[in-house]
T-cell receptor, first 115, second 114 residues
């Protein structure tokens, strides 16, 4: 079955602009989580969506937001981009049950560069 | 709060040598521990996970990890390194109260010398 698909793979934006990233989870998976990966801060949890509702949230400013559609596809939006938002944004798909042992499957990520 | 600490941001071994990547966890409750691998310009792939069924966990690509409660460790090993093992490795933990949120360690970059 198809894996997690993130689009686009690469993106260059200017400071102050906004950006939308997309993630299509594995078929049947209802949970989508987003992570930011930077050399300085490592991998950090942004938020999780399950059944179109934000179920969990990390410690990021309100400029970072997301949503999930009825087909479980998710989008992440960053407004008023800053240079520090340059990162690899990873999406993870899982069944969404409450079992911590349930595996999360990651997409290849979107590399965002803010200039 | 749950956390993991990876000792050594970069490890270099010769091809055929033992690989040992260290991870210590901080948890007051039984932890859910994982090892992930990331190849250049790729996402993360699960190598193995601790499920409490056994302290020695076998994963993909010949890797295994041993859970030691007395040492709060979950080190990753492979008896014989291969050039294709060159990648970044992340130890991670989940809290029972937040099954979807993965807390990652800082990562260890593994280099393999010919």
């Amino acid at each position: 079955k198809a894996g997690v698909t993130q689009t686009p793979r690469y993106l260059i934006k200017t400071r102050g602009q906004q950006v939308t990233l997309s993630c299509s989870p594995i078929s049947g998976h209802r949970s989508v989580s987003w992570y930011q990966q930077t050399p300085g801060q490592g991998l950090q949890f942004l938020f999780e969506y399950f059944s179109e509702t934000q179920r969990n949230k990390g410690n990021f400013p309100g400029r970072f937001s997301g949503r999930q559609f009825s087909n479980s596809r998710s989008e992440m939006n960053v407004s008023t981009l800053e240079l520090g938002d340059s990162a690899l944004y990873l999406c993870a798909s899982s069944l969404g049950d409450h079992n911590p042992n349930t595996e999360a499957f990651f997409g290849q990520g979107t590399r965002l560069t803010v200039v | 709060a749950q956390s993991v600490t990876q000792l050594g941001s970069h490890v270099s071994v010769s091809e055929g040598a033992l690989v040992l990547l260290r991870c210590n966890y901080s948890s007051s409750v039984p932890p859910y521990l994982f090892w992930y691998v990331q190849y250049p310009n790729q996402g993360l792939q699960l190598l193995l996970k601790y499920t409490s069924a056994a302290t020695l966990v076998k994963g993909i690509n010949g890797f295994e990890a041993e859970f030691k409660k007395s040492e709060t460790s979950f080190h990753l090993t492979k008896p014989s390194a291969h050039m294709s093992d060159a990648a970044e490795y992340f130890c991670a933990v989940k809290s029972p109260s937040s099954a979807s949120k993965i807390i990652f360690g800082s990562g260890t970059r593994l280099s393999i010398r010919p």
